[in-house]
């Protein structure tokens, strides 16, 4: 009874308890559990952004992995570059894109591609099949002016609608030391801001161009900005996208693409045998030294010496071309020779290999110009079995008058190449691009320079990305 009354007298006063503390413990565990449901909330916020982090990292990790795999092939195609050229670069000639490949070669989960310029007949089959896409190939640097040589009439001949005579000049002037152009240009580079000099001394890149007085971007690269030599759509898009274009469905090139500070050919073979002068053929011992070599060569004794009478001791020969043309060697016996040959007493940088230099380079040597540039291109498209010396320049139709005149300005032969190699890496990322410049001249390819382009952009072409894309977007 004493319990019952003490459990009715604790109910009695549970009952007496002001109305507004009968919920304090029911709100007590709701506030518990809103501060519960935001600490998960919390934790749940931090689990997504730790795996959205872990994710990027990944994607990095996956980026910088599949760009170290890139720059292993560049690494791989620089070594394979250097065995084609070995193996077929021999005695001036140029590899035949059937001896090699250069396009998707796989190294390990990478790929590369050498990009190139296309040779007249198989830029026609090309642009039959698929337009505007970048050619693959490496690059004879013999195609090309050298600015070390080329003279302002030259360099002003290119095809380029920005070119001036007085940027023509600048070019000539940057390589010159004590000439009045080259002072009057020192004057004007100094009031530039920044002040700087006229060099004064050969080019040793191309890219020594953005230097000169005069120099814009629209004048060295034109609209193929990430310099692949092909039309890319943001290039033929008018003012929608870098760089600033004419959209006329025609890829304005610029000054770079014509140019090379690197084309020499030696007075030696690759054995180190010296080759025979021909300007220097005014004594019988010399035509008869020389008549001795052209019948180890392959020519007979009789045929030799009738080639040799045509020369006397007054006659002046001033180059390789103008002894094709004096002694009336036939295409085929000239192509047994023509290596043994030169017309200077040392390396002679800047001749222009004329089986291989497109249409704009031929257009700007003395005795060709553009009335006989277009001629040759056509010749040379249609007899590509031809092209074993620069005989055939005579079967194409350039009067000997015009070839002697064009005869210090050319040659037949290459001695430096460039492979401009562009790599993916695995599922098409990591894209890298570096420019390689090799000199055979010695019968071993060595390496001269190399430039890292990958800044230029993607410059493999649409049709190569929609291949790649096919796995994952670059």
């Not at 970048?134 to 302002?152: H, I, M």
């Amino acid at each position: 009874m004493i319990g019952a009354g003490f459990n009715f007298f604790r109910d009695s006063r549970r009952l007496r308890r002001p109305l507004h503390l009968l919920g304090t413990s029911n709100r007590s565990r709701g506030s518990v559990l809103i501060i519960v449901m935001w600490i998960c909330l919390g934790l749940v916020a931090l689990t997504l952004y730790f795996a959205s982090s872990m994710s990027s990292e990944l994607r990095a990790a996956d980026n910088r992995g599949a760009e170290v795999a890139s720059r292993q092939a560049i690494a791989g195609a620089t070594r394979y570059a250097t065995y084609i050229l070995k193996q077929y670069a021999v005695a001036g000639a140029v590899p035949d894109l059937d001896n090699y490949k250069a396009e998707a070669v796989s190294v390990g989960d990478a790929s590369f591609w050498f990009i190139g310029r296309a040779t007249d007949s198989q830029q026609l089959q090309r642009q039959t099949s698929v337009q505007n896409q970048p050619y693959f190939a490496l690059v004879d640097e013999s195609s090309k002016l050298n600015l070390n040589t080329a003279t302002t009439a030259m360099i002003q001949a290119l095809p380029l609608p920005d070119m001036t005579p007085d940027f023509a000049a600048a070019i000539v002037a940057w390589r010159s030391a004590n000439s009045a152009n080259a002072q009057t240009q020192d004057a004007i580079l100094s009031q530039l801001n920044p002040p700087r000099h006229n060099k004064g001394a050969r080019y040793e890149t191309v890219d020594e161009l953005r230097l000169i007085n005069g120099a814009s971007l629209d004048l060295l690269v034109g609209e193929d900005t990430n310099r692949n030599g092909v039309l890319d759509p943001n290039e033929d898009d008018g003012e929608l996208s870098a760089p600033r274009d004419d959209q006329n469905g025609q890829l304005l090139a610029g000054l770079l693409e014509y140019v090379t500070v690197y084309s020499s050919q030696p007075t030696t073979s690759a054995t180190g045998t010296r080759r025979t002068n021909v300007t220097t053929l005014t004594t019988p011992q010399a035509r008869n030294t020389l008549t001795q070599l052209l019948v180890t060569r392959g020519i007979t004794q009789p045929r030799a010496q009738q080639m040799m009478a045509r020369i006397t001791n007054t006659t002046v020969i001033t180059s390789v071309a103008d002894f094709m043309v004096t002694t009336q060697v036939t295409a085929s016996e000239f192509a047994l020779i023509h290596t043994d040959l030169t017309a200077a007493t040392a390396a002679a940088p800047g001749l222009i290999n004329v089986n291989t230099a497109s249409e704009a380079v031929l257009t700007c040597i003395p005795g060709i110009g553009a009335n006989s540039a277009a001629t040759l291109v056509a010749y040379r498209s249609a007899h590509q079995e031809e092209l074993t010396s620069m005989a055939w320049l005579v079967a194409a139709g350039l009067s000997l008058a015009n070839i002697r005149r064009a005869g210090p300005y050319i040659t037949d032969q290459s001695y430096q190449f460039s492979a401009d190699i562009a790599a993916v890496g695995p599922n098409g990322r990591g894209y890298c691009r570096e420019k390689i410049f090799f000199d055979v001249s010695t019968g071993t390819p060595r390496i001269v320079n190399r430039q890292d382009l990958t800044a230029f952009g993607w410059a493999l072409g649409t049709s190569v990305k929609r291949t790649l894309n096919g796995t994952k977007d670059i």
